[in-house]
């Protein structure tokens, strides 16, 4: 489901790859009845507020080699602050050993600010305009997006781990720790880039073990959702991708880079929770392992509706 060139840039609203995935669901029509979501908005009364008692927000962007990662930011509330309606300052570091530490201003990045207490969420996109003690981000797209599968939890500030006592590990294969933290991970978020766009950032949920883990690589059943796919549109057309997994228990946490698929087949075949056809197969090319994420979970209570896990 590859696009050209031509095509990418051929689009208002959604993209080539957003429109293209959208048919091939069978949810144009449901989609273009959202597309105003897409638009640009001034980020004043709820949506300031929301962001303003945020202490929780994931990042994607480039390092300084290119390749896309994703990564967590935590501060107490406030740390996230709107300057103006379409300004927003990021009033935190990402750590060393991050592969985002030192994350170069210039580029397009995508976040999604959640709350997992209230399975809440706003997803952000725009360019990263100053970057050092803090971050500085021009919001082109801010919108909220559904409740589901997000795991209800109660998050309290941590401390990453410092290099001597926990120290990251870099490589590009994944090692048993690697794969059991990845089986037992309830919530992971997805990093991708359209070229024309930008980066993005994106919430995963459902039970223990939606991810699955064999000799292959990495593969989950994707979910009913709100038939945008900014991800898998992004997917179509580039197929660079970044997950990041945590022990919200411990903090230790798990980067990826590399590709991802989609794969089109019959819904509810084996394997296909959601029962939509389509399962993303991910390719490992490099990660980063830390104890990295700078909060602890106190409480957790999974989503109600979790597709049943099949075979």
Known sequence: MKMTGAQQFADVGFHAGELAVQRAAGVAGDATRLSRMLEPIALTGGMAGFLGDRTFLVISGRDA?????????????????????????????????????????????????????????????????????????????????CPKYIQQRTLAPGHPHPEGRDPVRLGSTLEPDDRELIRASDTFFLGTVNPGRGADASHRGGPPGVVRVDDHGLWWPDYTGNNLFNSFGNLAVNPEAALLFFDFASGRTLHLSGTTEIHWGEPGRPGDDGHTGRIARFTLHRLVAGSLLPARETTHNPYPRNPALTH
């Open 65 to 145: 080699s290119g390749r896309l990662w994703t990564s967590p930011l935590v501060g107490p509330p406030g740390f996230l602050e709107v300057l103006s309606d379409t300004a927003i300052a990021v009033r935190a570091m990402l750590p060393a050993g991050d592969p985002l530490h030192g994350l170069a201003a210039g580029q397009k990045i995508g976040m999604t600010a959640v709350d997992f207490a209230t399975r809440r969420r706003v997803r952000i996109n725009g360019t990263l305009t100053l970057s050092g003690a803090g971050l500085l981000v021009e919001v082109e797209q801010a919108y909220g997006n």
